[in-house]
């Protein structure tokens, strides 16, 4: 399937204005050409440093500008997040995922981060790392410690950025993205829908993403989860704004698949309070990644046990991990 980088907003928009059943019967379609319809795979995140982060992201309780209560945590130590990434491994998990609530990481914290990079790769899982912003220099040592992914979100449309987000700016974003890209490193790139924004602004989320030079590997799709104490928070827990309808979160997700037939499509926060029929539905839209476990950095998560009663009942089964990149697979595998 030939792959386009030249989508335009009138595209997109009118792929969302497609009558549900078609809009998911195209998505499957394309799903099916490039996927397994009946593989979805599981990874795990984890908070390796927690709150503290200067900037001011409206949707999140880990800014210092946030009233939440949230404690303020050093980077881990090594040893703790490889523990951590071992029972993942034994969980199911085939990809392990690391965030750090920072501007940018340090230079000092760089041989740490490189450890656990190192340390999680030994254990045959994909690696994937969120630091925030990064320079050309570290996204290098983290492509040379063999990093397979770097997650860098670019949140929500351009236009609609400037009001979740002040301390950052959008091309902000696309210059990491450029950084890790130039070092070799896959692209995990997604946003959250449910911020009080426009279908129009979803159309301008998914056409940001869809029209890079190349598609991000792997795309997480974010439902917000309102946390009091945060400036969305506060300001949509108590309005019906507050949950993205469950249609319009899984048109999201098909017009993710259509655009960018190759990427990982990942359901990612705000599945613990989606009922299975809605996570059903955006797996046939083509959703073939969730986070697993019972907390996403440090919000709730619907935990291993009730993803593994969900895919027997559908029919689904995990993705097998692939020989991390420039690691061959031993013969015994």
Known sequence: MMTRTDW??????????????????RAAEVHRASHRADEVQLSTLLSIKTGGCPEDCGYCNQSVHAETGLKATK????RAVLQSAAQAKDNGSSRFCMGAAWRNPKDRDMPAIIEMVKGVRQMGM???????MLTPDQAAQLADAGLDYYNHNIDT?????????TTRSFQERLDTLDYVRGAGINVCSGGIVGMGETREDRVGFIHALATLPQHPE????????PVKGTVLGDMLADTPLAKIDDIEFVRTVAVARITMPASMVRLSAGREG?????QAMCFLAGANSIFTGDKLLTTGNAGDDKD???????GLRPMQAEAPRGQEACGCC
């Open 308 to 314: 593994a009663a969900l895919f027997a009942r559908l």
């Open 126 to 132: 994909e690696t994937c790392m969120t630091l925030g």
């Open 8 to 25: 335009t907003r009138e595209e997109i928009a009118a792929l969302f204005d497609l009558p549900f059943p078609e809009l998911l019967f």
């Open 75 to 78: 980077l881990m130590d090594v």
């Open 218 to 225: 792997s795309v997480p799709v974010n439902a917000l989860v």
């Open 157 to 165: 449309s351009p236009e609609r950025y400037g009001e979740v987000i």
């Open 274 to 278: 989606m009922s299975d029929a809605t």
